[in-house]
Structure formats: C-alpha cells, structure tokens
C-alpha cells in the first residue's frame, strides 16, 4: 500500500530553519506531483508548496521566498526547506501525494517560538 512518511519536524526559534522529509513508497513517486500541506490550530488547510514531476514548483504567497520544495527521485523523497521561520508557520504539515493528492502522510508538527 501507498505510504508517505514525514520526518523533521520540532521546535524552532523566530528567524530559524528546519528541513522536513517525505519518504513515498507503494506509488509511482517519479511521475507524481508532490505537495505539502499545513494546518495551524482553528485555520483551515493551506497548501504551501507543490512540485511537479518535470520540476516545476508553487508556493503559497505566505510561504514564497522563505520556503523551497524539492524532490529526489532516486530516493523516492520530497523535502521542503524552510528559512526565516515565523511564528505563524507553526502547524502540522502533511506530505501530499497521486493523481487526485489522495495520499496524505501523519503530518509532523512545526512550532516556532521563542
């Protein structure tokens, strides 16, 4: 069966990066588009970076310039990389994956604070 599974997740200061991993198994991860979702407490799901399989990325206005998605296709991985972290960011964020992104990961938790 399809599996995603998001590692890196923590605890991070205002202004401090963290890089969160998501190994795929069980679907055809190289020509699947990736995504990564987030939810904050009492928000509503956000999409904040999706790539797809030729490269090709997209970012969340609340996310663009701080945030950078990417994959390796010989390890079946999606990464995101985030920079200049803000307490806003905190959320769980989910893994994403398939033709109809019918594939969701755990999620990892993300808290910025100080």
């Known amino acids: 069966q399809v599996q995603l599974v998001e590692s890196g997740g923590g605890l991070v200061q205002p202004g401090g990066s963290l890089r969160l991993s998501c190994v795929a198994s069980?679907?055809?991860?190289?020509?699947?588009?990736m995504h990564w979702y987030r939810q904050a407490p009492g928000k509503q799901r956000e999409l904040a970076a999706s790539?797809?399989?030729?490269?090709?990325?997209k970012y969340a206005d609340s996310v663009k310039g701080r945030f950078t998605i990417s994959r390796d296709n010989a390890k079946n991985t999606v990464y995101l990389q985030m920079n200049s972290l803000k307490p806003e960011d905190t959320a769980v964020y989910y893994c994403?994956?398939?033709?109809?992104?019918?594939?969701w990961g755990q999620g990892t938790q993300v808290t910025v604070s100080s």
């Open positions: 069980g679907m055809p991860f190289r020509v699947a588009s």
């Open positions: 790539i797809d399989n030729s490269g090709t990325t």
């Open positions: 994403v994956g398939g033709s109809l992104s019918q594939y």
